[in-house]
């Protein structure tokens, strides 16, 4: 008989596991409270990364390898990133014989464009709106598989908590949002593919519905989270609706550059203090350089000298934002910015076939902490969540036991958070794990969040002890009180362990390169 | 400046929908989905009655027109809440209510399942490597632009969830599978079902061509889909 494997979540790793489960002949159960057009995945904008080499500049795989690992500062799996740079190539030509839009060039060439933190053209990208072209595909691939009964959705469907048989999965328990109605899901393995845990501070420039409350129910179920502390602010966004609108570093990757006002002129600080890679340095740099220079003056992202050729044929979608939601016409003036919180690289602790310490449950994308360490390159995050959901699905569909529950399920839902101890809790993670941390505003923010309950706030606290053990500044997460890295301590993956009472910090070091 | 939001409420299919209306004293910048979180963010919630009530049932996830979820009628019209400024509304009344040809989940919720079933039942998804043409590359880009909203449903007069009639959300979907797939057999059924689903219902009215909330060149892919699932072209 073949294997059921459940799903949670419909976004670009939720696709890609479901569709390379199918493919290996197991039953995929798809749970997700939205349809898949309304996933975080259709707002990535700039592209994916794949060194397919078409611009005749000597790229390789290798080459996409060493910038991932030197943007994570040392923090992530060398292994499963070797294995997600080499994959690249092949994953974006089978993307495009699903039919995603890529923007070409020449005869038949894929168009690359820059991005941070590599000097190579690297990242493959359709106009503006990578992530809706590459999902409107994965979409289509997986309506075959529903079609022909190997997909089963389960549309309009929360997760509430795993069936759990000690330190073993036998499914989950989901919640229909539409009746209420809890339904019991039994399955040989299940895969998380939740998204980030954006609803820890509620204004980053994610979707609403990534709210971390299932990253949430596991940790509190004890398992681990791992660099929680890890947070990525991207450099430019702006204020908009209550939450943060990303400004593509597509805009940069096409020349749209970073300056700030000094006696009375315009200085292009990025290009001033880093020579060779200037505004497409890596976001932890970048966003810490706007972050500083935000004190003295207003920063702004300058695309006016962008041609209209390039805007209306690779950034279209940007200009239209821009124009919508800031009554800008970015061909004519520059757009006000600042660094606003945008993907978690921490997150569910997995390790290279995206296992957790729990057997029969998988973790793949945001939610998982996986191929990013300490910062993530932009064109990275589309990469990761399809080629993490592929390695999962084969990790479950190869590994995952056929399990009989045999002791009493004990099934006990925790109520849901209140709106006032979320809103609480959002103020503290947002004062305290800015760009820039300290010991003095993480013991009050832990202070604050010890009077919470729930579930998420013990997430967050997880995230602020997590913080204040890394007595030291790597990537993403910077000390004013530790400005220096510390290898000798703290080249490891930090780990929080919730054991029913107490959370506890470990650091566990990072896989050697076999 | 200060606004009155109507907001027509309905715990279930089951119960009766009543009016509720609520002040909001903001910008007139503000997105009526940043209007529908400012009020959901207030504990307690209480309508201009003084009564404290539950949380407004809506929909979202991006908030940047990106990903279809917000779409409601407002002040009468289909439209997305995250990209329908107050200032483009006249006066200073603004209504909200579900779109009406979905059945009703709760408040400003509706099952839009139909939408995603029609895509299934007109088999669009391809057999074989989809054939890129550089010719079509734009209509084809644009076809899986298409949020599944259903804005452009709602306005359609021949349109309902019941009948088999599937709407122009399936000519918009359809022109890229029809465009891209090589597979003869498999486009035949596509032909065969488009035919019956879309094209044997459509009046031509085209009222879905200026709703589109992203501003899809709707009439040109719906040519386009009957061109290639009809005329063989």
């Known amino acids: ?514 | 400046m200060v606004y009155k939001i109507r907001i027509r409420r309905q715990e279930s299919q089951k119960s009766d929908s009543y009016w509720q209306e609520f002040e909001y004293d903001g910008s007139k910048n503000s997105s009526v989905a940043t209007v529908l979180k400012e009020l959901n963010s207030r504990t307690p919630l209480k309508d201009n009655s003084g009564n404290i009530v539950t949380p407004i049932s809506w929909e979202c996830s991006c908030m940047v027109r990106k990903c279809g979820a917000c779409a409601m009628l407002i002040n009468e019209r289909p439209r997305l809440a995250c990209s329908t400024f107050l200032h483009t509304l006249k006066g200073s009344t603004i209504t909200l209510e579900p779109l009406s040809k979905f059945p009703l989940v709760r408040d400003l919720i509706v099952d839009r399942s139909n939408l995603f079933e029609n895509l299934k039942k007109l088999n669009l998804w391809l057999e074989s490597e989809a054939y890129m043409s550089s010719r079509t590359h734009e209509p084809r880009y644009q076809s899986a632009r298409c949020l599944m909203c259903g804005c452009c449903l709602e306005v359609c007069p021949n349109f309902s969830a019941n009948r088999t009639f599937a709407g122009t959300v399936a000519a918009v979907n359809a022109f890229r599978i029809l465009n891209e797939e090589q597979e003869s057999t498999h486009l035949n059924e596509i032909s065969a079902e488009y035919k019956k689903k879309f094209f044997e219902g459509c009046g031509k009215s085209l009222s879905c061509h200026d709703i589109c909330p992203i501003g899809l060149p709707v009439e040109e892919l719906l040519v386009r889909s009957n061109a290639a699932a009809v005329w063989g072209k």
Request: hydrophobic share 40%.
């Open chain 1, 1 to 514: 008989m073949s294997k059921t494997i459940i799903i949670i979540g419909a976004g670009l790793a939720g696709l890609s596991a479901a569709l390379q489960a199918a493919e290996n002949g197991c039953n995929v159960k798809l749970v997700s409270s939205l349809p898949s057009e309304r996933a975080q995945s259709v707002m990535a904008e700039g592209g994916i990364n794949a060194a397919l080499n078409t611009k005749d500049e000597n790229d390789s795989p290798e080459e996409h390898f060493t910038d991932t690992i030197k943007a994570a500062c040392g923090l992530a799996d060398p292994n499963a990133v070797w294995g997600m740079t080499q994959a690249a190539p092949e994953l974006v030509h089978w993307l495009l014989k699903l039919g995603v839009k890529f923007n070409m060039s020449g005869y038949d060439d894929v168009d690359l464009r820059n991005f941070g933190g590599q000097k190579k053209k690297r990242t493959a990208f359709a106009q503006s709106d990578t992530g809706k072209q590459i999902m409107t595909a994965m979409i289509d691939a997986v309506r075959r598989k529903e079609a022909s009964g190997m997909v089963e959705r389960f549309s309009h469907h929360s997760f509430l908590t795993l069936r759990l048989c000690g330190n073993i999965c036998c499914g989950c328990v989901i919640r229909d949002e539409y009746s209420q109605e809890t339904v019991e899901l039994p399955g040989d393995a299940v895969i998380v593919a939740t998204g980030g845990m954006h609803g820890l501070f509620g204004n980053t420039t994610g979707s609403l519905s990534n709210t971390g409350e299932v990253t949430a129910e596991l940790f509190r179920l004890g398992v681990p989270l791992a660099n929680g502390e890890m947070i990525q602010y991207h450099p430019t966004t702006v204020k908009c609706g209550g939450k943060r609108m990303l400004i593509s570093e597509a805009a940069r990757g096409e020349g749209g550059r970073l300056f700030a006002m000094k006696d009375g002129k315009q200085w292009y600080f990025m290009e001033e203090k880093y020579p060779e890679l200037g505004n497409l340095m890596p976001r932890d740099i970048t966003a810490r350089e706007i972050w500083k220079v935000s004190h003295e003056s207003e920063v702004f992202l300058d695309m006016t000298e962008i041609s209209e050729e390039i805007i209306s044929n690779k950034l279209s979608g940007l200009a239209d934002d821009c124009m919508t939601y800031l009554h800008k016409d970015i061909r004519k003036e520059p757009v006000s910015v600042l660094p606003g919180i945008h993907y978690f690289m921490g997150g569910i602790l997995v390790d290279e076939q995206h296992r957790t310490p729990i057997q029969n449950l998988y973790a793949a994308g945001e939610c998982c902490a996986q191929y990013h360490g300490a910062n993530r390159l932009g064109g990275n995050s589309l990469l990761g969540a399809l080629y993490g959901g592929r390695v999962a699905a084969k990790s479950a569909c190869e590994q995952a036991d056929v399990v009989e529950l045999s002791c009493a399920t004990q099934i006990d839902v925790p109520p849901a958070s209140q709106i006032s101890e979320i809103k609480q809790l959002n103020k503290v993670m947002q004062e305290t794990m800015g760009v820039v941390r300290n010991e003095n505003t993480l013991l009050n923010g832990i202070q604050t969040v010890q009077a919470l309950t729930g579930n998420l706030p013990l997430l967050g606290m997880a995230v602020l002890k997590s913080a204040l053990a890394r007595k030291e500044s790597r990537g993403a997460h910077w000390r004013e009180d530790y400005p220096k890295s510390n290898d000798d301590d703290y080249l490891k993956t930090t780990v929080a362990r919730f054991d029913g009472k107490q959370i506890q910090i470990s650091f566990v070091p990072v896989p050697e390169r076999r």
